[in-house]
C-alpha cells in the first residue's frame, strides 16, 4: 500500500493524489490516503486549517484507517514500547519518505510499498 498524507487546499491534494496514484499504479498497491493533517485542529496560532477536498471527485483511492495511519505513524505510550519502536525503527526499513526539498525529489518515484509520503509533491515529473 502506499499512503500519502494529505496537506494544503485543493491544488496541493490534486498534485499529491495525482503523484500517489502513479506511485501505487508503477507498485501495483492500493493508494490510500492519510488525513491525519487535515483533521488536526490542535496547531499553533498561526495554522491554516483545511478540508478534504478530494471526496468531491471520483478518485481512486480509500481514507487510510486509523490501524493503517498507526502503522506509519505508533506511538507508544510506555517506556518499554518506546525503546521497542527505536530498535524495530533501527532494524527495519524507513517506510516513511520526506520531501526533499520543494522540487521534483528523484527518489521519490523509485519508492516501494509499504510506504508513507509526505511533501507536496508539486512537480508533474512524479505522475
Known amino acids: 500500500m502506499i499512503v500519502i498524507r494529505l496537506m494544503g487546499g485543493l491544488g496541493n491534494q490534486l498534485f499529491q493524489y495525482a503523484a500517489g496514484r502513479a506511485l501505487a499504479l508503477r507498485n501495483r498497491v492500493p493508494l490510500k490516503l492519510d488525513l491525519s493533517l487535515l483533521e488536526d485542529r490542535n496547531g499553533g496560532e498561526h495554522a491554516v486549517y483545511r478540508d478534504f477536498e478530494l471526496g468531491a471527485f471520483h478518485i ?23 525503546i521497542g519502536h527505536r530498535l524495530k525503527k533501527a532494524l527495519r526499513p524507513q517506510r516513511v519518505y520526506w520531501e526533499r526539498g520543494r522540487t521534483f525529489d528523484p527518489l521519490i518515484p523509485d519508492l516501494t510499498a509499504p510506504m508513507c509520503i509526505v511533501g507536496s509533491l508539486q512537480s508533474e515529473r512524479y505522475f
Open 60 to 82: 481512486n483511492a480509500q481514507v487510510a484507517t486509523a490501524d493503517e495511519v498507526r502503522y506509519f505513524n505508533p506511538t507508544p505510550k510506555t517506556i518499554i514500547g518506546r
